[in-house]
């Protein structure tokens, strides 16, 4: 009798300690979420953008510490925002949507964890290059062209 009570303690703390990581991982993933917009365009690899960077007029005058991350970071994809390079794994990628269209610019929302801001310097257009992971997918929007 004392074996089968003992078993059924080490089951019932196996339980609570599971449902004890579970919410402390989930308190962990909501902390610092950030809600942003990108294009729907894409995934890019990150590795045509840093080809761009480097011999593109357009940033012309970045700044070779961010460069010089970006090429550290390996193999990841990007998405384009506003101001923005948001750069993530394959699998965060995976979770957003890619969409082109002819007469409109798609744009999606998601929610994440900003793990590193850098920028790309004194450009004339300048970019903030951000580095992303637990991406959730939130929503899109569809602006309409309209015609001249």
Same mark, same amino acid.
Request: with cysteine.
């Given at each position: 009798?004392?074996?089968?009570?003992?078993?059924?303690?080490?089951?019932?703390?196996?339980?609570?300690?599971?449902?004890?990581?579970?919410?402390?991982?989930?308190?962990?993933?909501? +902390?610092?979420?950030?809600?942003?917009?990108?294009?729907?365009?894409? /995934?890019? +690899?990150?590795?045509?953008?840093?080809?761009?960077?480097?011999?593109?007029?357009?940033?012309?005058? =970045?700044?070779?510490?961010?460069?010089?991350?970006?090429?550290?970071?390996?193999?990841?994809?990007?998405?384009?925002?506003?101001?923005?390079?948001?750069?993530?794994?394959?699998?965060?990628?995976?979770?957003?949507?890619?969409?082109?269209?002819?007469?409109?610019?798609?744009?999606?929302?998601?929610?994440?964890?900003?793990?590193?801001? =850098?920028?790309?310097?004194?450009?004339?257009? /300048?970019?903030?290059?951000?580095?992303?992971?637990?991406?959730?997918?939130?929503? +899109?929007?569809? =602006?309409?062209?309209?015609?001249?």
């Amino acid at each position: 009798m004392n074996k089968s009570i003992i078993f059924i303690i080490i089951l019932l703390l196996a339980a609570l300690s599971l449902v004890f990581v579970y919410s402390v991982d989930n308190n962990l993933l909501s +902390e610092n979420r950030t809600e942003l917009t990108v294009s729907t365009e894409g /995934p890019i +690899e990150l590795s045509k953008i840093i080809d761009d960077v480097k011999t593109g007029q357009y940033y012309k005058g =970045h700044d070779n510490k961010t460069l010089a991350w970006m090429e550290s970071l390996g193999n990841k994809q990007a998405f384009m925002g506003n101001g923005m390079i948001v750069v993530m794994s394959d699998y965060d990628a995976g979770k957003l949507r890619s969409e082109y269209a002819c007469d409109a610019y798609i744009t999606q929302n998601f929610e994440c964890n900003i793990v590193e801001n =850098h920028s790309l310097g004194n450009v004339k257009y /300048p970019k903030d290059v951000l580095l992303v992971e637990n991406v959730k997918y939130v929503d +899109e929007e569809i =602006h309409f062209l309209q015609d001249s």
